[in-house]
């Protein structure tokens, strides 16, 4: 069996993920929940939303540490590739000098 893997496409997409990770970071759920919050004092929408906003937040720190370990696994799988890729060409470039890696 023969397949592909372009690395430099994997590594885009770990840097994709970084991005939306960025985006995440920019989202204030508790800050923008706030004005709904004092337009309607007291009561259970005022009480609600902080806990709507703290599981929100809650949510999106677990989602952060997806992306971030998805990213980091994507792109230490391009790294292996290119390793697997550098090992295999070394190895084949000895071969045809006749050099087996042994001392003679």
Do not use: K, N
């Amino acid at each position: 069996m023969r397949f592909e893997v372009d690395t430099r496409t994997l590594r885009e997409s770990a840097m994709t993920v970084e991005e939306v990770m960025a985006q995440l970071e920019g989202l204030g759920i508790a800050d923008d929940l706030r004005p709904v919050a004092v337009a309607v004092p007291g009561g259970r929408t005022a009480w609600g939303l902080h806990h709507v906003a703290t599981a929100w937040q809650a949510q999106l720190a677990g989602t952060r540490w997806q992306l971030r370990e998805l990213g980091r696994s994507v792109w230490a799988c391009a790294d292996a590739y290119d390793a697997v890729d550098r090992a295999v060409r070394d190895s084949l470039a000895r071969a045809r000098r006749g050099d087996d890696g042994s001392s003679r």
